[in-house]
């Protein structure tokens, strides 16, 4: 069993940053791929950004590209996103996700969650 932390969330003006991290127990990382997604109030969840077992390729969402960072620290078996330039249409639950396979943006795949952070970006 792994188990997912996720934290860093808050209240941001737009144009704003936040770095989100992900932490987990239970088992080492080092063998999963990763990925962070995120739920608005009445959509579906979706995926923002994934990264491979050991860093070595990445994935993100459009809406993520050019803004969002994913990184991966697998000695401290945490798994960040940074976020620049922030929208309001960022605003969502964001939850963070561990995959024993390959990395896929699809939620199904994913064997593990965290509970969430709320992100609120402000206009």
């Known amino acids: 069993q792994v188990q997912l932390v996720e934290s860093g969330g808050g209240l941001v003006q737009a144009g704003g940053s936040l770095r989100l991290s992900c932490v987990a127990s239970?088992?080492?990382?080092?063998?999963?791929?990763m990925g962070w997604f995120r739920q608005a109030p009445g959509e579906e969840r979706e995926f923002v950004a994934g990264?491979?077992?050991?860093?070595?390729?990445?994935h993100y969402a459009d809406s993520a590209k050019g803004r969002f960072t994913i990184s991966r620290d697998n000695a401290k078996n945490t798994v960040y996103l940074q976020m620049t330039r922030l929208k309001p249409d960022d605003t969502a639950v964001y939850y963070c996700?561990?995959?024993?396979?390959?990395?896929?943006?699809?939620?199904?795949?994913?064997?593990?969650w965290g509970q969430g952070t709320q992100v609120t970006v402000s206009s």
């Open positions: 996700a561990a995959e024993q396979e390959t990395l896929t943006t699809r939620a199904l795949e994913y064997d593990y």
């Open positions: 239970g088992r080492t990382l080092s063998t999963y791929a």
């Open positions: 990264i491979s077992w050991n860093g070595g390729r990445v």
